[in-house]
């Protein structure tokens, strides 16, 4: 099995002992981002500048390995509270906007996430 662990220079460091993603063959797995700024580390502020950073931090880690939004085909969403769901889903949906269909999804309420983030994704992408 050919696999491969990616770290993508651009994107935030990981907040623990983690690849940014692995890429096994053709299906790159990308562990979950948070609204970190890349430069920093900070997180941003608020559950609609976490989610739109999150999505770009994304976006970095996809193009390092020259996947983009079209080669998701899961998303997982990780919230800290179920009533940002209808905003996240807003934002989701104008992030996948140039595609005819949406990736398989789940969405989650969880106690908490790193940093006490609001808002994680993890996707699973196949080129």
Excluded: W
Aim: proline residues 4%; negative net charge; charged residues 20%.
């Amino acid at each position: 099995m050919n696999k491969q662990a990616i770290i993508a220079d651009q994107a935030p460091a990981a907040v623990g002992p983690y690849s940014h993603a692995y890429l096994v063959g053709e299906t790159l797995y990308v562990s979950g981002q948070l609204g970190l700024i890349p430069e920093t580390g900070e997180l941003v502020a608020g559950i609609v500048s976490q989610t739109k950073r999150a999505l770009e931090n994304l976006d970095i880690v996809l193009n390092h390995v020259s996947f983009t939004r079209k080669n998701i085909v899961k998303t997982t969403i990780f919230l800290a509270d179920m009533a940002d769901f209808a905003t996240v889903n807003e934002i989701y949906a104008d992030f996948f906007k140039d595609q005819s269909e949406y990736p398989a999804r789940s969405c989650v309420e969880v106690a908490a996430l790193p940093k006490a983030a609001l808002f994680e994704i993890e996707v699973i992408a196949v080129k």
